[in-house]
Nanobody, 121 residues
Framework: QVQLVDSGGGSVQAGGSLRLSCAVY????????MGWFRQAPGKEREGVVA????????NYEASVKGRFTISQDSAKKYLFLQMTSLRPEDTAMYYC??????????????WGQGTQVTVSS
């Protein structure tokens, strides 16, 4: 289990961009996965994007595909979410997460504290 601290949220107008960061404290071993989730007021938390060991496999939620990009620094100590063409419906609290892979599934056990993203029309 690692400790995660996410940041980079803010308020932007529709069509704008934001880059979220997630600092990773500790190490991941074996097959691991990392991703971003979000939760809007009155709605359930949903997965935005996830990546698996080595970054070779990436899955994006349909509504963000083509607009959001997940990446890591070379040392794998930071996880990023580059968000472009933001829409009001992207408004939510965003959380980075990390976990282990088992049976091709990601089991998240580490979460950031959340960073707010607000998009105005």
């Amino acid at each position: 289990q690692v400790q995660l601290v996410d940041s980079g949220g803010g308020s932007v107008q529709a069509g704008g961009s934001l880059r979220l960061s997630c600092a990773v404290y500790g190490y991941t071993y074996g097959a691991y996965c990392m991703g971003w989730f979000r939760q809007a007021p009155g709605k359930e938390r949903e997965g935005v994007v996830a990546l698996y060991t080595g970054g070779g496999t990436t899955n994006y939620e349909a509504s963000v595909k083509g607009r959001f990009t997940i990446s890591q620094d070379s040392a794998k100590k930071y996880l990023f979410l580059q968000m472009t063409s933001l829409r009001p419906e992207d408004t939510a609290m965003y959380y980075c997460a990390a976990g282990s892979v088992e049976s091709s599934m990601c089991f998240y056990d580490s979460w950031g504290q959340g960073t707010q993203v607000t998009v105005s029309s």
